[in-house]
């Protein structure tokens, strides 16, 4: 069964500066889907970034950024130019991409918080 | 993006009773996922719901308790069957067209047991 490690249960960050957020999996499969989602405490999931496994060239999606290591399973966030709007919980998922019975939910890590000093 | 609707967004229950969770998308959808979000922790995967079929309930959920309809690609009911205080979480619903699509999420349901 696939497994999603978050260290970090808390970060925090000054504004303007750059985070790292760290995740590891573990997997026998080659082909899968990472994700980092956001939660601020409305409780919305929001979608930050997403890596497909085949995928050797590094997700970003503006301020966000991935390095994605697939060789040692890991998958780690990148936050530049830190805003007090990034303050939420941040979980990193893994997808199977397979189909049939509960395959192809997302497999969440604990989470770290982070905060954002102004 | 798919928009989904999930009611209610909150509500508080007494201890024995029953509470049915409502999520409706605005376009079909293969997958639906129901997620638990114990206080403090992360999400935790209760079921899929396939229309047209049984719903697939994760190691440790049971039907009895958390009875699952989906009538139509569209539309599924998560019911909390005789709540206890140890029930008080959000529940989440989901959906996804295909594996390697990211998932949706609904707003919530923010359950309080007394």
């Known amino acids: 069964a696939q497994t999603v490690t978050q260290s970090q249960p808390e970060m925090s960050v000054q504004e303007a500066e750059t985070v790292t957020l760290s995740c590891t999996y573990d997997?026998?499969?080659?082909?899968?889907?990472l994700f980092w989602y956001k939660q601020p405490p409305s409780r919305q999931m929001i979608l930050v970034i997403r890596?497909?496994?085949?995928?050797?060239q590094n997700a970003t999606e503006n301020r966000f950024s991935v390095n994605f290591q697939k060789a040692a399973k890991s998958f780690s966030l990148k936050i530049s130019d830190s805003q007090l709007g990034d303050a939420a919980m941040y979980f990193c998922?893994?997808?199977?991409?397979?189909?049939?019975?509960?395959?192809?939910?997302?497999?969440f890590g604990k989470g770290t918080k982070l905060s954002v000093k102004p | 993006s798919a928009v989904i609707s999930q009611k209610p967004s909150r509500d508080i229950c007494q201890r024995g009773t029953s509470l049915t969770i409502q999520c409706q998308v605005d376009?079909?959808?293969?997958?639906m996922f129901w997620y638990r979000q114990q206080p403090g922790q992360s999400l935790t995967l209760i079921a899929t719901?396939?229309?047209?079929?049984?719903?697939?309930?994760e190691s440790g959920f049971v039907i009895d308790k958390f009875p699952i309809s989906r009538p139509n690609l569209t539309f599924s009911t998560l019911t909390v069957s005789n709540m206890s205080p140890e029930d008080s979480s959000i529940y989440l619903c989901?959906?996804?067209?295909?594996?390697?699509?990211?998932?949706?999420f609904g707003s919530g349901t923010q359950l309080s047991v007394l």
């Open positions: 989901s959906i996804s067209g295909s594996p390697g699509e990211k998932l949706f």
């Open positions: 997997t026998s499969e080659s082909d899968y889907y």
């Open positions: 890596q497909e496994a085949y995928k050797q």
């Open positions: 998922a893994y997808r199977s991409p397979r189909r049939g019975g509960s395959q192809g939910n997302l497999i």
């Open positions: 376009s079909q959808v293969t997958m």
């Open positions: 719901a396939n229309q047209g079929s049984e719903a697939t309930y």
